[in-house]
């Protein structure tokens, strides 16, 4: 698989305070089945945001193809929450990039060996997001199917701050959602026509319709194939359903709490319609009716 492109997702995982009911719940609300824990691909258990530990990091798989990690806290202190990270060919200098925008570093570029090199950044509203320079492991291998990762974005308080930080560190190119009812930004990566066709993630403005306690984060989504049942099996498998299933442009939403706190959205994206298949005999027949109208004529003639 081809490295992923400057400043798009590339992976996700999530932190979770009981590694094994995270599968248990994952598993069956998505299908993932997962490796030995501390990865299964010869990476020594070093894996994205974690450093060597047994017992501590598992990759999950849909269709036998890497989608997500869940890694175990080794310290209460830590949040329980998904995390994202973004591609970059050189985690060192974007860091400085990072820091010279107005953002800090939560933790420098730490080399994985063959895995990569990875770091945790925040923006200069307190997001916390990660970085990957990836090595012999490039991220996802499926996405945007039912079960993988398909969507983020950062929810933050501070959009005159967070906007130009994005734009500048990633050279993502933004286009604002023509609605009075939501503040939101799409990005689209550099050098790509801005827009829904190109968009990678986006910014939402957290309102007084949330918790005033709440943090800037990201909010990671999974496409899903049926919304409303994903959202009956977090409840039964001991979620919580946090924005119940509506329905958005771009298909059904809804926002959950896993079985351990950790927050994440699905996206059930409306069926598309199969594109017509070319009929192999209508050049022919135009050809034949071409032919025939100009007999036609030059009898008329």
């Known amino acids: 698989m081809a490295a992923f492109a400057e400043g798009t997702p590339c992976w996700v995982d999530v932190s979770l305070p009981d590694l094994e009911a995270g ?40 269709d036998g193809k890497r989608v997500a990690g869940l890694t175990a806290k080794r310290d209460g202190r830590m949040p329980t929450a998904w995390g994202v990270y973004f591609a970059t060919p050189d985690a060192a200098a974007l860091s400085r990039t990072i820091t010279a925008a107005g953002g800090r570093m939560v933790r420098e570029p730490m080399s994985l060996g063959a895995f990569g090199v990875v770091a945790l950044a925040a923006d200069p509203a307190g997001a916390v997001f990660g970085l990957w320079q990836t090595g012999d492991n490039t991220g996802f291998e499926k996405k945007g199917l039912p079960g993988s ?46 827009g829904p066709d190109t968009a990678i993630g986006g910014r939402s403005v957290i309102t007084d319709a949330f918790p005033v306690e709440m943090p800037g984060h990201f909010l990671s989504y999974f496409a899903v194939a049926d919304c409303d049942a994903t ?71």
Not at 253 to 274: K, T, W
């Open 23 to 62: 599968k248990r719940f994952y598993g069956e609300l998505f299908g993932w089945t997962f490796g030995d824990d501390d990865g299964n691909d010869g990476n020594d258990g070093n894996a994205p945001g974690n450093t060597p530990a047994p017992g501590h990091y598992t990759e999950a798989f849909s």
């Open 149 to 194: 990762f398909c969507w983020t974005e950062v929810y933050t308080r501070d959009k005159a701050s967070v906007d130009p930080f994005y734009e500048t560190v990633f050279g993502f190119r933004g286009t604002d959602v023509s609605d009075d009812a939501v503040d939101f930004r799409m990005w689209s990566p550099a050098g790509t026509e801005p």
């Open 231 to 301: 959202a009956a099996a977090v409840v039964r498998l001991g979620g919580r359903v946090t924005a119940p299933p509506f329905d958005i442009e771009y298909g059904r939403m809804a926002v959950f709490n896993d079985n351990q706190g950790a927050s994440f959205a699905v996206l059930e994206e409306p069926e598309r319609e199969p594109e017509p298949e070319p009929d192999p005999g209508a050049g022919s027949r135009e050809g034949e009716e071409t032919t025939e109208n100009g007999e036609e004529a030059e009898q008329s003639a």
